[in-house]
Antibody
Framework: QVQLVESGGGVVQPGRSLRLSCAASGFTFSSYGMHWVRQAPGKGLEWVAV????????YYADSVKGRFTISRDNSKNTLYLQMNSLRAEDTAVYYC?????????????????WGQGTLVTVSS | AIRMTQSPSSFSASTGDRVTITCRASQGISSYLAWYQQKPGKAPKLLIY???TLQSGVPSRFSGSGSGTDFTLTISCLQSEDFATYYCQQYYSYPPWTFGQGTKVEIK
C-alpha cells in the first residue's frame, strides 16, 4: 500500500533553516509528481510546492518562492523541502502528497495520497 | 490565482441526514475540481476528482456534481465517521493549486 512518511519538523528560530523529508513506498515513486501542502494551526490547506516525476519542473507558492526549494531523489524514493529564511507565518503542519497523474511533465494536481504530516514551528 | 469559496463554513447535522456542501470558483474551472475529507489530527483524504468521479474505496454515499463555477458535494446518508472538515480544490489553472476554506460538519 502507498505510504508517505514525513520527517524533519521541529522548532526553529525565525531566519533559520530546516529540511523536511518524505519517504515514499508502495508505488513507483519515480513515476509521479509530488507536492508539499501545509496547514497552519486551526487553518485551511495551502499548497506550497510541486516537483514533476523526473525533477525537471518545479513550482512554488508566492508565499515561499525564493525561500523554499523542493527536490527529490528517485534512487532513495524520497522527497525534500529545504526551507530557508523561515518566518513565524511558516508555522504549520507540512504534508507531502502524491499526484495521481503518472509520468506527467506538468502534474495535474489531484492529490490521491498524503503523508501524516510533520509540524514546523517558527518561534524565538 | 483562482479563489475557491465554500459554503457554509460549518453546520450541524444528524446521522442519517442528507447533506450538501457548496464550492464556488472565482472563474470557470470546467470540471477540474477535487474534494477532500480531513478528520482532526489526520491528513486529508481524496474523495472525488473531476467534479464527480469517486476515488477508489470511497463509499458511494458520497457524490459530487457541477461544472464551470458551481459545485456540490453530497453525502446521501450521513454516517458517524463522516463528521469531518471537507475541502474543495481546483486544478484547472495552476500554479497555484487552490483550496476552499473548508466546511466543518459537526454532530447535532
Amino acid at each position: 500500500q502507498v505510504q508517505l512518511v514525513e520527517s524533519g519538523g521541529g522548532v526553529v528560530q525565525p531566519g533559520r533553516s530546516l529540511r523536511l523529508s518524505c519517504a515514499a513506498s508502495g508505488f513507483t515513486f519515480s513515476s509521479y509528481g509530488m507536492h508539499w501542502v501545509r496547514q497552519a494551526p486551526g487553518k485551511g490547506l495551502e499548497w506550497v510546492a510541486v516537483i514533476s516525476y523526473d525533477g525537471s519542473n518545479k513550482y512554488y507558492a508566492d508565499s515561499v518562492k525564493g525561500r523554499f526549494t523542493i527536490s527529490r531523489d528517485n534512487s532513495k524514493n524520497t522527497l525534500y523541502l529545504q526551507m530557508n529564511s523561515l518566518r513565524a507565518e511558516d508555522t504549520a503542519v507540512y504534508y507531502c502528497a502524491k499526484d495521481n497523474s503518472p509520468r506527467a511533465t506538468m502534474v495535474r494536481g489531484v492529490l490521491d495520497y498524503w503523508g501524516q504530516g510533520t509540524l514546523v514551528t517558527v518561534s524565538s | 490565482a483562482i479563489r475557491m469559496t465554500q459554503s457554509p463554513s460549518s453546520f450541524s447535522a444528524s446521522t442519517g441526514d442528507r447533506v450538501t456542501i457548496t464550492c464556488r470558483a472565482s472563474q470557470g474551472i470546467s470540471s477540474y475540481l477535487a474534494w477532500y475529507q480531513q478528520k482532526p489530527g489526520k491528513a486529508p483524504k481524496l474523495l472525488i476528482y473531476a467534479a464527480s468521479t469517486l476515488q477508489s474505496g470511497v463509499p458511494s454515499r458520497f457524490s459530487g456534481s457541477g461544472s464551470g463555477t458551481d459545485f456540490t458535494l453530497t453525502i446521501s446518508c450521513l454516517q458517524s465517521e463522516d463528521f469531518a472538515t471537507y475541502y474543495c480544490q481546483q486544478y484547472y489553472s495552476y500554479p497555484p493549486w487552490t483550496f476552499g476554506q473548508g466546511t466543518k460538519v459537526e454532530i447535532k
